[in-house]
């Protein structure tokens, strides 16, 4: 949660002496007004200025939250204990039964405000547990359909596009009203579910419920993430049509797309008309999207201009736009912008989270400043309690490229020690550094570790790293680790893959005789 700089509060406290409030009011009265620009007026000297830091957040209770008094036991504390949950499997609604039993019964407004939590980082598997315990208790809480909505949203996240239509089908009429609809319209377009989606959006339109932007957002985010271009202007045209407004996220959306058809032109174009409404104001976002697209073409001064722009509109509040900011002018070589973004990051959070950390160190590889990074992985170290290991990663992977193989197994046994479980390509990435080094056996230990990682879908290690391995056992005349890669193999169930089969037949046909799997 974002803090901002403690500022000086305009009610004196009760202890505060006569004079000291006349003073107040005195310097309070004397504060200087700044006259009236217009919007389009204002131009910055951006080497000048420091960022604006807006101290608007964007509060969403999304409908569900009751009118009551707050408790006095705050959301936060259950927040944590569900959060840190050791074994997320078991579910949140056991330390929600825990904490009515050690402290007091909750109300809708705490538990509405741990799922928003949860969501907020992306812990959708517990937050999916306290809506599923809010509705089994029969009666006791008002459940809406905007409740409805975020829970079939967080079905559709944790249990696939398929659950949320079963659990649609499964609502009542009443339920079935615009925020259901456009969650399921949601899980449709994240589960690139074109046909379904159109379905939805069709009877959405024929039950007036798309009387705003939002499912026309939903609908030009699909056929952009399937690359279906014409579509979005097929929706744009169907907005006007309609008298449908278009908001800030549908003009982002539509700028995106010019960006990925490389169409700088209509880009700009499209850039002005959202720049001369009235009602609309380009944000970071805006801002970052162009920035992209200048810097696919090349042109980093256009690029970095418009990173300036979008450093005033960063609020506060908002992580992602530094992660952004730090990791475009990380692209364009800016290591000193890097650091200055990096400062003001830290200046406006207490805690860095594993995404800034991730964002920071990738910027400091393509800067190429080692030192840096070194420094920064450490700090994250000595400040984390959740090692993530691709935060670890970062550093292996730039360790085996430069041939610091030393180094780069140090930095995985260190994850270990201090308690942080490497991930399959953590193994992966080891290994194609003993691949390099010719070192077969511990190559293969290392792939078999991989293998050995417990994860929700199988590991499916690269085809370069299969290639190559294959190519070492070719060398050193190793039947007995080639043999041993396509067992492991066998059992991930690369083999059944076009590509692996290929790839193998390729590079070790003769050993596949016996084997089982078939040859072309």
Excluded at 109 to 130: I, M, N, Q, S, T
Excluded at 250 to 278: G, H, K, L, P, Q
């Amino acid at each position: 949660m974002a803090t901002t700089a403690a500022s000086p509060s305009l009610s004196p406290s009760p202890s505060c002496p006569p004079e000291a409030r006349s003073a107040r009011r005195n310097l309070l009265s004397q504060s200087p007004s700044f006259p009236k620009f217009g919007r389009k007026q204002i131009s910055f000297s951006i080497s000048h200025v420091q960022p604006t830091r807006c101290s608007i957040s964007q509060v969403h209770n999304y409908g569900t939250v009751d009118y009551e008094k707050r408790p006095r036991s705050k959301w936060s504390s259950l927040y944590r204990r569900i959060a840190m949950t050791e074994n997320p499997t078991v579910g949140a609604g056991l330390e929600v039964d825990k904490w009515e039993a050690e402290e007091r019964k909750l109300s809708k407004w705490e538990l509405c405000r741990v799922v928003k939590e949860l969501r907020k980082f992306r812990r959708f598997k517990l937050a999916l547990d306290v809506y599923e315990w809010m509705t089994a208790q029969e009666g006791r809480f008002n459940i809406y359909s905007s409740d409805i909505a975020i829970q079939l949203d967080l079905i559709s996240k944790v249990r696939g596009a398929s659950a949320a239509e079963t659990y649609f089908t499964e609502l009542s009429d009443s339920l079935k009203d615009k925020r259901t609809y456009g969650a399921l319209l949601n899980s449709y377009m994240h589960a690139k579910s074109k046909e379904k989606a159109e379905e939805i959006f069709d009877l959405m339109r024929e039950k007036d419920y798309t009387t705003d932007a939002l499912p026309f957002n939903v609908m030009m985010t699909l056929y952009m993430n399937l690359g279906e271009h014409e579509k979005v202007e097929s929706i744009i045209t169907d907005m006007g049509t309609r008298g449908v407004a278009m908001d800030i996220y549908t003009y982002n959306i539509w700028i995106t797309t010019c960006a990925a058809r490389a169409d700088i032109a209509e880009m700009e174009r499209v850039f002005e008309e959202m720049n001369s409404s009235e009602t609309i104001n380009p944000n970071w976002t805006t801002y970052s999207t162009l920035a992209t697209m200048y810097i696919r073409l090349g042109d980093t001064v256009k690029a970095e201009n418009c990173l300036k722009d979008a450093e005033l509109r960063v609020t506060g509040r908002d992580r992602l736009s530094f992660n952004y900011l730090i990791g475009l002018y990380g692209l364009i070589g800016k290591k000193d912008e890097v650091y200055r973004i990096w400062d003001w990051y830290k200046s406006s959070f207490p805690v860095i989270l594993n995404t800034g950390y991730h964002s920071m160190l990738t910027s400091l590889v393509k800067v190429r400043d080692m030192d840096g990074a070194k420094a920064v992985y450490e700090d994250w170290k000595s400040t984390t309690g959740n090692y993530d290991p691709k935060i670890c990663n970062i550093m292996l992977a730039w360790y085996v490229r430069e041939g610091m193989l030393d180094k780069a197994q140090a930095c995985l046994d260190g994850l270990i020690d201090a308690g942080g479980k490497p991930n399959p390509s953590s193994w992966e990435i080891i290994a194609a550094g003993y691949i390099r080094e010719k070192q077969v056996s511990t190559a293969l230990d290392c792939l078999r570790q991989a293998a050995g990682v417990e994860r929700p879908r199988k590991w499916r290690p690269r085809l370069v790293t299969v290639s190559n391995f294959l190519v070492l056992c070719a060398e050193k005349n190793d039947n007995g680790s080639r043999e041993g890669v396509l067992e492991l193999l066998e059992n991930s169930g690369c083999l059944k893959d076009e590509e692996y089969k290929s790839l193998i037949n390729t590079y070790a046909g003769e050993a596949l005789e016996g084997t089982g799997v078939i040859t072309r």
